[in-house]
Every structure is written in C-alpha cells, then in structure tokens.
C-alpha cells in the first residue's frame, strides 16, 4: 500500500528546513520552554489505482476532516513518535488530514504546553490548506488517550469524534468530574477496551468509563473485546470495524 505524502516538522530539525522546502517547515512549541514538539502531518489523497497527493491549498483539503492522533507511550525516551505515530492510521483514512504530535516524559499530554502544540499544529494546517480547521475528532491510544480527554476539556477546537484504544481515564480522576465538565457535552465517545490488556487491567477500567458514559450527557458507548490486547495492532488487525464506527467518513 502507497503511503501518503507526510510532511515532517519541527523546528529540531530547522537547519535542515531546505531539505524538505521551507513552505513545509513547521514551528510546534511545547508552551514557553522553547522546546519543539516533532510532529508529523498526512494530507489527504485521492484517486484510484496510483494513488496521487493533491496540493494542500486545493479545494479538497481545504474540506478535509482532521484528525488527531494521540501516542502511547509519553513516558518514553523517544521524543519524536509523532513523526511516525499516526502513518498507519492515516493509511485507512486516505480522506482526512491526520496530525501527530509528539509528547515526552514531562511534556506530556496531561499539561497544558502539549495541548498547545496540537493547536499550534491546527493553526499550521489551518494556514497552510487556507480554511480554517474549527472542529477536530481526536484518537488515542494507551495514554495517548490521557491526551484525549484533556484536549477535550483543555483545547481550543470543537470535538466531533472521540476514540479511546485501551484506556483508563482513572488517571485524571473520578469519572464523574471529568464527565459533569461543560466541555465534554458536545461530540461522541467511543472507548474500545480488551479483557487480556496486559497494561490496564479490565476489572479497573470497565467501572470508570461504564460510570463516565452514565454521567456525561452525549452519545457515550463502550465496546469491549474480552480478547482484547492494549496494543494499536490488535484493534487494527481484529477490530476494524469499531475504529471505522468511531470516527465515521463524510
């Protein structure tokens, strides 16, 4: 499968801005430490057979859904996942523009200088197809979706969509609280979780997001795989079909 046309950025890399052409070069500051956040961005593509990359200040970007992917494995050492994150994703939404930002041991989703960077990531995307990106859905994984939730009470976008891979929500609090937040009344949940992840045990998360879709008041639904695994290649590989319910093609 032809992998689409993906523009990598970050100003860690600003040195080597020619090699990729200016106008493709962009800066995602991770609040005001100065840090850059390497973030990856797949445009859409049409066609069929050869698939071809259509400009991005073409009509048909300027329409184009966006998604963001949200990475597991904050914690880690690697600062650059979101160059790749969201490669795989995007290849089974040649329609939508995926973004991927990168978070990293203390820059990570759960502080405010991440969710800047995924606005200041929609601000580029935003100049760069000439139309404004005002409603996102988001898509997380492990605590990627850590990022979801907090995007959704801390970020500056609408949320259409919301997926949640193998997540516990616990982290952040009690399901309630999160729930009763104004913000949270607006757009879809969807959360897949799996009876043998090895990470976050079904007994601790099922209760939290089953309390979580009682409190909060829009479309809300668990769908639980009891061979689940915590992994993004289990729910690509065995549960297609959930991921494409979740974050619907228009």
């Not at 990531?121 to 994984?141: H, Q, T, Y």
Request: glycine share 10%; with cysteine; aromatic share 10%.
């Amino acid at each position: 499968m032809m992998k689409r046309f993906r523009l990598i950025v970050s100003l860690l890399f600003l040195a080597n801005a020619l090699a990729f052409g200016a106008m493709d070069s962009l800066s995602v500051p991770v609040g005001a430490s100065g840090i850059q956040s390497p973030t990856g961005i797949w445009w859409p593509v049409t066609g069929k057979g050869k698939v071809k990359w259509k400009p991005v200040n073409n009509e048909y970007a300027s329409k184009s859904p966006v998604v963001v992917w949200f990475h597991g494995g904050m914690g880690s050492s690697n600062c650059a996942k979101g160059l790749v994150a969201g490669e795989d994703f995007a290849d089974f939404y040649p329609g939508k523009i995926v973004v991927s930002v990168s978070a990293c041991r203390e820059n990570h989703w759960v502080t405010k200088g991440m969710i800047d960077a995924v606005d200041a990531a929609l601000d580029s995307v935003a100049a760069r197809r000439k139309s404004p990106v005002e409603k996102v859905s988001l898509v997380g994984i492990s605590d990627g979706s850590l990022g979801v939730l907090t995007y959704s009470l801390e970020g500056r976008r609408a949320v259409e969509n919301r997926l949640l891979m193998s997540s516990f929500g616990g982290f952040l609090g009690e399901p309630q609280a999160i729930a009763s937040q104004k913000k949270m009344q607006s757009g879809r949940f969807r959360f897949l979780q799996g009876g043998k992840d090895r990470l976050y045990p079904s007994d601790k998360t099922v209760p939290w997001i089953t309390e979580f879709c009682k409190a909060v008041q829009v479309d809300c639904e668990l769908r639980f795989d009891p061979e689940g695994e915590h992994d993004w290649s289990y729910w690509k590989n065995k549960r297609m079909d959930w991921i494409k319910d979740a974050v619907r093609e228009k």
